[in-house]
């Protein structure tokens, strides 16, 4: 099993839809969960960090379920320029020093 | 404030050749990754350092893959001998000291590497 694992998409949405995407991981001590955006042809930019409690920035809510160890991303009112890949991150303990293991992605195309 | 750096932007080599990409991470940062980014496999780690030193290189392909942390604010990655297989964007990130929580990496623009 990945140490990671999204559906890479795409997803097709309409202008002002919600979406919500998925990411698993295998390890159960993963303290640190972030959610990367990353456009075409450029770096992986930090979204958000995701809280135990659950967060939200604007149209964006990132929740963590630890019992089924999954994070998700719930983008509302969706615009056209939220159109790009989404990465998933998790942080591990690897003897004393952390470790940032990536999902591949998953791809939100937004149209009009 | 200068995030991470990078450069070549841009490389294009033939095969057979030593290919050298360099990464300057943000100041006060003391880990740092490097990682490769294909469309088949994704976004990859291949080493990562922490205070200039080595902590896991198990992702660095083969021995033709060398990184090197000489100071706190300068990384190579080598290459050599490339070869086509080795054609990928590679990325530069680094993070800030583990507070025992949420220290997100912050990437540099990469370098995307040809070779012919």
């Known amino acids: 099993r990945k140490e990671v694992e999204q559906d890479p998409g795409p997803f097709n949405v309409p202008e002002g839809a919600t979406v919500a995407f998925n990411c698993t991981y295998s390890?159960?001590?993963?303290?640190?969960f972030f959610w990367y955006r990353q456009d075409c042809r450029k770096e992986p930019k930090l979204l958000m960090s995701v809280y135990s409690s659950g967060n939200e920035d604007g149209r964006f809510t990132a929740q963590l379920n630890r019992a089924s160890q999954y994070i998700s991303l719930l983008i509302r009112d969706s615009k056209l320029s939220d159109s790009a890949t989404y990465l998933c991150a998790v942080n591990i303990m690897n003897t004393g020093f952390q470790k940032l293991v990536f999902g591949t992605g998953t791809r939100l195309l937004v149209s009009p | 404030d200068a995030g991470v750096i990078q450069s070549p932007r841009h490389e294009v080599t033939e095969m057979g050749q030593e290919v050298t990409l360099r990464c300057k991470p943000i100041s006060g940062h003391n880990s740092l990754f490097w990682y490769r980014q294909t469309m088949m496999r994704g976004l990859e780690l291949l080493i990562y350092f922490n205070n200039n030193v080595p902590i896991d290189d198990s992702g660095m392909p083969e021995d033709r893959f060398s990184a090197k942390m000489p100071n706190a604010s300068f990384s190579t990655l080598k290459i050599q001998p490339s070869e086509p297989r080795d054609s990928a964007v590679y990325f530069c990130a680094s993070s800030p000291p583990w507070t025992g929580r949420n220290q997100p990496q912050h990437f540099g623009d990469g370098t995307r590497l040809s070779i012919l």
């Open positions: 390890n159960s001590a993963s303290q640190s």
